[in-house]
Every structure is written in structure tokens, then in C-alpha cells.
T-cell receptor
Framework: AQTVTQSQPEMSVQEAETVTLSCTYDTSENNYYLFWYKQPPSRQMILVIRQEAYKQQNATENRFSVNFQKAAKSFSLKISDSQLGDTAMYFCALRGGDQGGKLIFGQGTELSVKP | GAGVSQSPSNKVTEKGKDVELRCDPISGHTALYWYRQSLGQGLEFLIYFQGNSAPDKSGLPSDRFSAERTGGSVSTLTIQRTQQEDSAVYLC?????????????FGPGTRLTVT
């Protein structure tokens, strides 16, 4: 079975600082994808960043970057220069290559960016 | 272009009643997913449609839940004889295909409250 674990239910960070959200996962597949989704209070889930397991290079999208440690099955999200608009629930998700595309989500981390 | 839309945005129903939730995916997206987001269970996969293939119903929690997708586009999730534990936000997502690297685009969800 595939599982995703986020061990930080809540986090807070001062505006302009850096914060790292943790995620660990378990899968027996070699071909899979990892994602970070953001869900603001409006409920709309938005993709933040994705990582293909076969790529060794960590993905980066502007202020967002990941630390992908395949052997450790760890996939953390780093947010640099945090902004008030980053306040949201963040979900780590796993999609197996053979699972028809369905996502397995972690429990989420509620991030508050304080002015 | 238009994103994934869902209706209604909120639904309050009495225990024992049937409800129908609707999802309009992004035009041209062949894959459609339903997820449920609840306080106790987090985000759970429910069902997945891909083109004309038989749907993956492995996430449906009971036989009171069913879904259909007409003409490869609009999908309806039906919950019969609703129970209080069915109260949750039901999210729909679509993507270009299951094995594409493309993201799943989520709708705003339907908040279902069973009284």
C-alpha cells in the first residue's frame, strides 16, 4: 500500500522568512510522482510543485523548492521569502505510475504566515 | 479557459435522503477524479474515470456511493440514504490523462452537510 505522512499539523513563519514543510512516503513502485498542493481558505486546490521520482534534480518553482531524498522516501517543501498569500493548508501527495493517476494525500500542514 | 466547476457549492440534506453532486471537468480532459475531504479522514480518493474505460471504484466507501460520467464529460456523484458521516467536502479533479505528467486541476468542491 502507498502512504504519505505529514508530521506537522501546523506551522507558522514570519513574513519574508523561510519555512520547510516535511513529508515522508512509502511505495513499492520505482516509477512515481510527488506533488505539493496548496489549499487556501477558498478550498481551491492548487498545484505548487511536482517531482518525478526518476529525476535526481530537485524541482524548483520560483520561491518554492523541494528536497527529494529518494532513498529516505522524504519530500520536503521549502518556501523562501514567505508571503502573506502563502497562508494555506499544504498537502503532500503521491501518484504511482501504475495507479491510474489517483493521488494519495498526506494529512496536511496548516501554514500561517505572520506579518 | 474555464476551470473545473462543481455544483452545488454547498448542500445541506437530511439523514436518509439521496444527493447528487455534479462536476464539469476542463474541456478536453479525459481523466476525472472524485475525492472526499473530511476532518477525520483527510483527503481520500473515491473514484476515477478515464475515457471509455471502466471506472476505478476502489475508493468508494460503501455501495451507497456511485458515480457516472456521461459522454466523457460531466460527472455526477450520487450518495443514497445519506448518513452523518458522509458530511465532507467532495472535490472533483480532471487531467489530460492518467499517465501524463500534467497536473490534476481541482474544482472548488461541494460542501455536504447531513443533518
Amino acid at each position: 500500500a502507498q502512504t504519505v505522512t505529514q508530521s506537522q499539523p501546523e506551522m507558522s513563519v514570519q513574513e519574508a522568512e523561510t519555512v520547510t514543510l516535511s513529508c515522508t512516503y512509502d511505495t513499492s513502485e520505482n516509477n512515481y510522482y510527488l506533488f505539493w498542493y496548496k489549499q487556501p481558505p477558498s478550498r481551491q486546490m492548487i498545484l505548487v510543485i511536482r517531482q518525478e521520482a526518476y529525476k535526481q534534480q530537485n524541482a524548483t518553482e520560483n520561491r518554492f523548492s523541494v528536497n527529494f531524498q529518494k532513498a529516505a522516501k522524504s519530500f520536503s517543501l521549502k518556501i523562501s521569502d514567505s508571503q502573506l498569500g502563502d497562508t494555506a493548508m499544504y498537502f503532500c501527495a503521491l501518484r504511482g505510475g501504475d495507479q491510474g493517476g489517483k493521488l494519495i494525500f498526506g494529512q496536511g500542514t496548516e501554514l500561517s504566515v505572520k506579518p | 479557459g474555464a476551470g473545473v466547476s462543481q455544483s452545488p457549492s454547498n448542500k445541506v440534506t437530511e439523514k436518509g435522503k439521496d444527493v447528487e453532486l455534479r462536476c464539469d471537468p476542463i474541456s478536453g480532459h479525459t481523466a476525472l477524479y472524485w475525492y472526499r475531504q473530511s476532518l477525520g479522514q483527510g483527503l481520500e480518493f473515491l473514484i476515477y474515470f478515464q475515457g471509455n474505460s471502466a471506472p476505478d471504484k476502489s475508493g468508494l466507501p460503501s455501495d451507497r456511493f456511485s458515480a457516472e460520467r456521461t459522454g466523457g464529460s460531466v460527472s455526477t456523484l450520487t450518495i443514497q440514504r445519506t448518513q452523518q458521516e458522509d458530511s465532507a467536502v467532495y472535490l472533483c479533479a480532471s487531467s489530460l490523462g492518467p499517465l501524463s505528467q500534467g497536473e490534476q486541476y481541482f474544482g472548488p468542491g461541494t460542501r455536504l452537510t447531513v443533518t
